[in-house]
C-alpha cells in the first residue's frame, strides 16, 4: 500500500496543478494568487517555506519571510530583486492573508494596498475550488480530489479546531484520512494522546501548563475541556473541576481518575486539591467514592490502628478473630490510590500481621532435629518474613506501636519456643552443627557472599529471581558457631579447607594453618590465590574464565546500627545483590553460588537481657561468650568450629547479654545458625519453544505502535528499561495485549528521549523477542 499524503503534500501538489498550462497554445501564468478572506493558511506559511521558495506573502516587509507590500510583490515576480532566487520557469505564489478573490476585483475595502497584483488576475491563476470559492481547511480536506477526501462536520467546534490544530495536522498523514464523519473529538483526540495526562497536568499546576503551551495548542486544549469534560480551565475552577474528578469517576472521567492512580507520584498536587474539593454531607465510608478522597483513607487508618492495639491486647485466638474481622473492613483499602502513595500503611501491614499469626499459631515439631529444620526450612520462615514485612510498611510512631503491639503478641512466643526446642536438641546433640571437617569447597567459580543474609530474606529473593526467569536452586547449610562473621564467613568460604581446626579464639576469629596468619579481611583477601579464587570488588567487571570472591556487607553493619529499622533496607539490599548477580552472569559466569555466614533475631521493642557478668568473661558478643580459664556457667556451651577444644557460652533462648537490643546474631536459633546457599545461571531470556516476532515499531509522540507476527494466544508487549525485569516498564498501564498482530504502548512524556526495551511476552510471562527503542523515536 503506497503511503498516505499529508495535507502539506496534497497542498503543494494542487498548487502545482493549477500551474499547468498548454506551452504550445497557452503563455504561462505570471503567478499564482492565494487568496485567504479567513487567514485559516496562515499558521503553516513557516512549513511551507522551506519546500516553497517561490512563496510570497502580502503584508508588512519582512524580508526573512519573503513578505512585503504589493510593489515589492511585483518587483519579486518581475525577478529585479537579487531574493528572488527560485529557480528558472517557477510560477511564484502570492499569498494574500484576509483577502478574498472579491478583493481582487473591486477597489474597496482594500484601497491602494491592492492595486498593483489586481492584473495578475488576468496575467496569472488564482487558485480557488472547483466551484469559484476561495480553500477553506475544511472544504479542502473534504475534495476527493486534491485533498482528502474526508467529510467533516460543520459545526464551530470542528471549524475552529482544524482551524487550532492546522500546524500539527498539516505534516501528519494519519487523523485526517478514515471512515466516517471528522470532527473536533477526532481531531483533539489525535492530537491529546495523553489525554487524561494533560488533565491532571492542569489540575496539577493550573495556569502555569496554559502559559507552557503554544496559542494555538491552549486553544486546542480549551476546546478539549469544553467539549468533552465541560469545564473551562481557569485557575479558579481546578477545586471545583477536583471535586467532579473524584464525584464521577465514569464516562469521560474514569480514564482520567486511572492515569492518576496509575501514576500518582506525579501529581504531587492533586491529593490537596481532593482534600479540599470533598463534599460536604456524609462522611467516612458512606461519602459518594469515598477512595476518592484522601481524609477518608486517613479516618479508617486511624479506625484501623485502633483496632490491632485492641487485638494486641487479647490473647491470640481472639486477636486472630479481631484481625480477620479489620481484614474484611480495610483490605479493599489497599487497592485505593493513597496505597500507592504510602498513606494507607497499616492496611498494607495487615495481611502479613495475618499471615504471621497463621504461622505463629501452628504446631511445631518437637523431639526431632532434622524435623524442626526442614518445619523451618518450609514454614517456620514464613513468620520471620511476614513480621519484617509487616514492620517495613511503617514508618511513624504511632503505626509502628500498633505493628510492634501484635509482632510482640504472637511472634515473641513462637520464636522464644522454636528457639528453645532448637536449643534442647543441641544440648542432647549438637553433631550436626560440628561436623568433624570443613564444608566440601565449591567447584562454582563465582561465589558471592552476602554478610547476613537470612533465610526468609533469600527466600524472597530466590522468589524474585524465578520470576524474572533465573534459574535459581536454593539448599540450606549450617553456620558454623558461633553464628557471627568472623568465625563463619571462612566456614562458608573456599578457604575453608586451609583455615586451622587447632586455632586461638581470641575475637573468634581463626588463623591459616599454613602461616598462622589471623584470617582477617586483608589476609582473607590475600589468601583466596591459594585456593584458585580473586578478589573482585564490587562494581569492577569480572573476566570469563577466571574464578573470583565477591562481597556484599550491608545488612549486618546496618542491623548494628538501625536495629529493627533494618527491615527497611532489605529491597535496597536485594537490588544490589541482584546488580552483582547480573554483572557477574553478564561477565561470563556460567554459574553463581550465593553464601552467607549466618542469619539474625529481630525483635522490635528489644530481646530480653541475660545477665552474663563481665568479670567471667574474655570476650563478650550479644549472643556468645568466651570464658575466662576456671570461670563456670550454667548456659549452654559448645565447641568451636574452628578448634572443639575451645567452647563458647551462648545466651539462653532469643536472650541478649545486653539490654535494649533489637536485632542480633551470634547465638544457637534456626533463624541464626540455618543459612541458605543459591545456586543461581542465566535465565532463558529467548525461547524458541513459543513463536512469536517483533517486527516493527513506530512512535508518534509518546505512543508507540507495534507489529507482531506469529504470536500465541495471550502474549504481551512491554517496554522496559531492563530486559528481564517486569517492574522496570514504562508503561503507564502495564503491558498491552496483542491484538491482530499489533500492540499500542503509551509512556509519560517525562522519559521522551530514554532508551528502552521492547519485550514481546508469552501468555506465561516469558520472555520471546525484544528491540531496542528510544521513547519517542
Not at 426 to 442: G, H, Q, Y
Amino acid at each position: 500500500m503506497p503511503p498516505k499524503l499529508t495535507l502539506k503534500d496534497k497542498v503543494l501538489a494542487s498548487l502545482r496543478e493549477v500551474a499547468q498550462h498548454n506551452s504550445s497554445s497557452m503563455v504561462p501564468p505570471e503567478v499564482i494568487l492565494w487568496p485567504d478572506p479567513e487567514r485559516q493558511w496562515e499558521a503553516v506559511l513557516p512549513l511551507l517555506r522551506p519546500v516553497l521558495p517561490e512563496l510570497l506573502t502580502l503584508g508588512d516587509y519582512k524580508a526573512d519571510l519573503r513578505q512585503g507590500p504589493a510593489v515589492w510583490l511585483k518587483c519579486m515576480v518581475a525577478r529585479t530583486l537579487p531574493t528572488a532566487d527560485w529557480a528558472a520557469g517557477t510560477i511564484p505564489v502570492i499569498y494574500l492573508p484576509g483577502i478574498s478573490k472579491k478583493d481582487l476585483r473591486t477597489p474597496e475595502p482594500q484601497g491602494l494596498q491592492l492595486a498593483p497584483l489586481r492584473e495578475y488576475q488576468f496575467t496569472g491563476v488564482v487558485w480557488l475550488q472547483d466551484n469559484g470559492k476561495e480553500w477553506t481547511i475544511s472544504a479542502f480536506i473534504q475534495n476527493p480530489g486534491s485533498g482528502q477526501g474526508r467529510r467533516t462536520a460543520t459545526d464551530t467546534a470542528t471549524k475552529d479546531t482544524l482551524l487550532h490544530a492546522l500546524p500539527w495536522l498539516f505534516e501528519e498523514s494519519e487523523t485526517l484520512y478514515g471512515k466516517g464523519t471528522l470532527d473536533a473529538g477526532h481531531v483533539l483526540a489525535a492530537l491529546f494522546p495523553d489525554e487524561p495526562a494533560c488533565v491532571l497536568r492542569w489540575l496539577e499546576e493550573g495556569d502555569a501548563y496554559l502559559a507552557g503551551l503554544e496559542p494555538g495548542r491552549q486553544a486546542l486544549f480549551r476546546t478539549l475541556c469544553e467539549t468533552r469534560y465541560d469545564f473551562t480551565p481557569e485557575a479558579n475552577q481546578r477545586l471545583a473541576v477536583a471535586q467532579q474528578l473524584g464525584i464521577r469517576r465514569q464516562a469521560v472521567w474514569q480514564p482520567v481518575w486511572q492515569h492518576f492512580t496509575h501514576a500518582p507520584h506525579k501529581f504531587k498536587e492533586l491529593p490537596a486539591l481532593l482534600r479540599q474539593a470533598q463534599p460536604p454531607g456524609l462522611g467516612g465510608m458512606l461519602t459518594t467514592n469515598p477512595e476518592s478522597w484522601p481524609q477518608v483513607n486517613e479516618d479508617q487508618e486511624t479506625v484501623l490502628r485502633q483496632g490491632l492495639l485492641k487485638a494486641a491486647t487479647q490473647l491470640p485466638p481472639a486477636a486472630a478473630a479481631q484481625l480477620t474481622a479489620l481484614e474484611a473492613a480495610h483490605g479493599m483499602r489497599r487497592a485505593w490510590v493513597w496505597a500507592d502513595l504510602q498513606l494507607a500503611p497499616l492496611a498494607q501491614a495487615l495481611p502479613h500481621l495475618l499471615h504471621l499469626v497463621q504461622v505463629a499459631t501452628g504446631p511445631v515439631p518437637n523431639h526431632d532435629l532434622t524435623k524442626l529444620r526442614h518445619y523451618y526450612e518450609q514454614q517456620g520462615y514464613l513468620a520471620d518474613q511476614a513480621m519484617r514485612l509487616a514492620l517495613a510498611t511503617v514508618s511513624t510512631g504511632p503505626d509502628k506501636e500498633a505493628v510492634q503491639a501484635v509482632v510482640r503478641l504472637v511472634y515473641q512466643p513462637w520464636l522464644e519456643m522454636v528457639t528453645e526446642r532448637f536449643q534442647q536438641l543441641l544440648r542432647a546433640d549438637a553433631s550436626a552443627l560440628l561436623p568433624s571437617s570443613v564444608p566440601p569447597s565449591t567447584e562454582e567459580g563465582f561465589v558471592l557472599f552476602v554478610d547476613a543474609f537470612r533465610l526468609e530474606v533469600a527466600q524472597e529473593f530466590v522468589a524474585q529471581l524465578r520470576q524474572q526467569g533465573y534459574e535459581v536452586e536454593l539448599t540450606t547449610a549450617w553456620s558454623a558457631l558461633p553464628s557471627v562473621t568472623p568465625t563463619a564467613k571462612a566456614w562458608s568460604s573456599p578457604l575453608a579447607g586451609i583455615v586451622s581446626r587447632q586455632s586461638a579464639v581470641a575475637d573468634f576469629v581463626p588463623q591459616l594453618s599454613d602461616s598462622g596468619k589471623v584470617l582477617n579481611t586483608a589476609n582473607f583477601r590475600g589468601a583466596l590465590p591459594q585456593v584458585g579464587y580473586s578478589y573482585l570488588s564490587l562494581g569492577t567487571a569480572p573476566q570469563s574464565g577466571q574464578r573470583y570472591w565477591q562481597e556484599i556487607g550491608d545488612v549486618d553493619t546496618k542491623g548494628h546500627e538501625e536495629q529493627a529499622g533494618i527491615v527497611h533496607r532489605i529491597p535496597e539490599l536485594l537490588r544490589r545483590v541482584k546488580e552483582a548477580v547480573d554483572r557477574a552472569l553478564e561477565g561470563g559466569a556460567p554459574r553463581i553460588r550465593l553464601v552467607t555466614d549466618h542469619g539474625w533475631l529481630l525483635l522490635p521493642g528489644g530481646l530480653p537481657k541475660e545477665q552474663l557478668s563481665k568479670d567471667l568473661v574474655d570476650t563478650r558478643w550479644g549472643r556468645c561468650a568466651l570464658l575466662k580459664p576456671g570461670a563456670s556457667s550454667s548456659l549452654l556451651q559448645l565447641p568451636w568450629s574452628w578448634n572443639p577444644n575451645e567452647f563458647i557460652t551462648y545466651a539462653p533462648g532469643i536472650s541478649f547479654f545486653k539490654a535494649n537490643v533489637e536485632f542480633a546474631h551470634g547465638g544457637l536459633s534456626l533463624h541464626e545458625c540455618l543459612v541458605p546457599v543459591l545456586t543461581i545461571s542465566k535465565a532463558g531470556t529467548i525461547t524458541t519453544a513459543v513463536t512469536g516476532k517483533l517486527t516493527q515499531q513506530k512512535w508518534t509522540n509518546l505512543r508507540c505502535n507495534v507489529v507482531v507476527e506469529d504470536a500465541p494466544d495471550g502474549a504481551t508487549v512491554d517496554l522496559r528499561t531492563t530486559l528481564t525485569d517486569a517492574n522496570a516498564t514504562l508503561l503507564v498501564h502495564r503491558p498491552k495485549a496483542v491484538a491482530g498482530g499489533k500492540a499500542s504502548l503509551y509512556v509519560e512524556d517525562d522519559v521522551m528521549g530514554q532508551p528502552a526495551i521492547i519485550v514481546l511476552l508469552g501468555p506465561d510471562g516469558t520472555i520471546l523477542d525484544k528491540q531496542s527503542t528510544l521513547v519517542g523515536g
